[in-house]
């Protein structure tokens, strides 16, 4: 038994909470040949620890150009434990400036960040009118036509609730389950984000809900501006929500102005 023991691997895991600009990064998730969030923070932890016996689990993942204002991703570390306060210390002053640790702590097997229950926050931030100062470019986009923005309000506050979300999930299957909750939505003007260098008047969006599928928010705005510029009305609007058919939306919203808010674990 005393053998047995010996040989046995352990194993510590450790949740950390991070914020990232994803402007210059192809997302979260490791790819071949292009820079990624996950390639970096990995990249980081190998410098840090002086060792790859380790793996990283993310409580979600983000597309290309796409920032997380916060967000969790679990550590798993094997045979020894971490120091965690010299270890963060170092760990955030290697990591890439667009890259930040905001806290870490010791949590155990039972854990698991992607099965733990969560509720997200994303917000999307945009303008229109006059082209804004390239530096807004990383956080928000700018529409190019007119938009009304109470059209544009009464709307967003429709996909509150439980819908069959299949006409706002990119290429579904017969097996995907399109049928979800968005516990809030509701389009106002920004106040959250600021800079000398933003547009006198910016609007966000703002969805919260346990998940998402993938490009569902970015077709939201893409709906919510065709809607507001007068691409299609009310009634083809209400339509994408309730109609059992499938209706193709192709307005994919550019992603930088998406952000993943919060990640609240519950």
């Not at 550590?75 to 963060?88: A, G, H, W, Y």
Request: proline share 3%; hydrophobic share 40%; net charge positive.
């Amino acid at each position: 038994m005393s053998k047995l023991k010996s040989v046995q691997r352990l194993r510590y895991y450790y949740i950390i909470q991070l914020q990232y600009l994803g402007f210059r990064f192809h997302g979260w998730q490791k790819q071949p040949d292009v820079n990624t969030v996950e390639r970096m923070v990995e990249r980081t932890l190998a410098y840090v620890l002086g060792h790859k016996k380790f793996k990283l689990l993310a409580s979600g993942r983000t597309d290309a150009k796409v920032s997380v204002n916060n967000t969790f991703v679990e550590l798993f570390i094997d045979d020894k434990p971490l120091e965690v306060d010299s270890f963060f210390k170092d760990f955030n002053i290697n990591l890439p400036q667009d890259i930040k640790a905001l806290s870490i702590k010791e949590t155990d097997a039972n854990f698991n960040i992607i099965q733990h229950p969560k509720l997200k926050e994303y917000i999307y931030l945009f303008t229109y009118g006059e082209k804004m100062h390239p530096f807004c470019a990383p956080y928000m986009v700018c529409y190019n036509k007119p938009l009304n923005i109470e059209l544009m309000q009464e709307a967003a506050a429709l996909f509150q609730g439980e819908h069959d979300f299949k006409n706002y999930t990119y290429k579904p299957t017969e097996d995907t389950q399109t049928i979800g909750v968005i516990d809030a939505c509701e389009l106002s003007e920004n106040t959250v984000y600021t800079a000398n260098f933003f547009p006198e008047k910016s609007y966000m969006l703002k969805v919260v809900g346990q998940g998402f599928k993938r490009h569902q928010i970015r077709l939201m705005m893409g709906a919510l501006f065709d809607l507001g510029s007068g691409e299609f009305d009310m009634q083809f609007f209400k339509k994408t929500l309730t109609s059992t058919e499938f209706i193709k939306l192709t307005h994919i919203a550019q992603a930088s102005g998406l952000i993943l808010q919060s990640v609240t674990l519950k």
